[in-house]
């Protein structure tokens, strides 16, 4: 009977409002399998679900875009419902705290958040900071104008509140954006785009920036350009990195 009742307890939910006919049931199993994830979905699809209907998205987790802005410390969900669709705003979560300056990461143990743009590449439900999620750094720009021996790796969205490179928004808030992006992988969305900003890049931010940290500037006006791309198209765009490692859309 316990061992009943211990199976019923672990079978991962075939059916819920934020999974599509055709899910991925066999990445939500894995997921699932880790008690950490199983307590936050529990915790979390119901607020999500209710969250979806009042921003008037259908029940299914849809494609998901992340911004995430260093010096206002903020991290942005946005989500549209097919192809062809704007990103709408439908999370924005505080990160709750900074280390290293504005800047790109260049190295291993510069202590800087990565700028550029990345996609999440890893799902972690044992995290050692409660649950996390990979971004793809260092990317091709990365590893061009990064240290040619080390420019460093390991870099996630996490709860928790502390870091040396990371992405921390503390447990409740991990919670569901994990419960999110796994969503909406188990959807169909294989890459989920993460783009981080030393701020908004606008024609005011970037010559704030600029005047104080004049060695980035050619930097920062080449990440300018896929900002304003959003800014203008409510989608991200497709990017490339050059033999310079500057993005090329």
Known sequence: MWT????????????????????????????????????????????????????QFPGAVPNLFLRAFKQD???????????GEPYRLLYRFPICALSGVLGPKRKQGDLQIPEGLY??????????????????YPNRCDRRLGD????????????????????????????????????????????????????RLDEAGLAKLIKTRPQHADFWRNLAVPYRFFENEKRPPRAKCDQNGLYQL
């Open 4 to 55: 009943l009742f211990f199976w019923f307890c672990l079978a991962a939910p075939t059916e819920s409002p934020l999974l599509a006919a055709g899910a991925d049931q066999k990445f939500f199993q894995e997921q699932w399998r880790y008690k950490r994830f199983r307590q936050a979905w529990l915790n979390k699809a119901g607020p999500i679900e209710s969250k979806l209907k009042a921003e």
């Open 148 to 199: 040619p021996v080390d420019p460093g790796d390991l870099i996630f969205i996490h709860g928790n509140c502390v870091t040396i490179g990371c992405l921390p928004i503390q447990n409740d808030p991990i919670e569901t954006l994990y419960s999110l992006c796994v969503a909406a992988r188990a959807n169909g969305q294989k890459q989920i785009p993460v783009h981080i900003f030393p701020t």
């Open 119 to 136: 996609v999440i590449d890893r799902f972690n439900p044992a995290s050692s900071y409660h649950l996390s999620l990979g971004i793809n």
């Open 73 to 83: 410390q903020a991290l942005e969900v946005w989500a549209r419902v097919r192809n």
